[in-house]
């Protein structure tokens, strides 16, 4: 099992930037492919960013393409996304998920299915 814990959510004027931390532990000897998703009220949960066991890939979905960044410290199991330009259509419940796959480290992943393990969320909200 692997346990995942979201941080650095809050309240930031349009405009502003916001680091997002994804923290995993437990069975974490090897890293895993990682992505981030949001879900605004009434909205459906939406792809935000992905990447590689290694880093070496990355995806993002083309509403956050150039203002977001994902990156990943594997030393400190920990994943993170930048985001800056930050826009009031960005407000969401952002989550970090996991995916249980131990193969190629150039492979990242956009479905919200094919995900084995979330984090609880953290609130961003943007004003305007």
């Known amino acids: 099992q692997v346990q995942l814990v979201e941080s650095g959510g809050g309240l930031v004027q349009a405009g502003g930037s916001l680091r997002l931390s994804c923290a995993a532990s437990g069975r974490t000897s090897s890293s895993y492919p990682m992505g981030w998703f949001r879900q605004a009220p009434g909205k459906e949960r939406e792809f935000v960013a992905a990447i590689s066991r290694n880093g070496g890939i990355r995806y993002y979905a083309d509403s956050v393409k150039g203002r977001f960044t994902i990156s990943r410290d594997n030393a400190k199991n920990t994943v993170y996304l930048q985001m800056n330009s930050l826009k009031p259509e960005d407000t969401a419940v952002y989550y970090c998920?996991?995916?249980?796959?131990?193969?190629?480290?150039?492979?990242?992943?956009?479905?919200?299915?094919?995900?084995?393990?979330w984090g609880q969320g953290t609130q961003v909200t943007v004003s305007s």
């Open positions: 998920a996991a995916r249980d796959y131990s193969g190629s480290y150039y492979y990242a992943e956009k479905g919200e299915d094919e995900y084995d393990y």
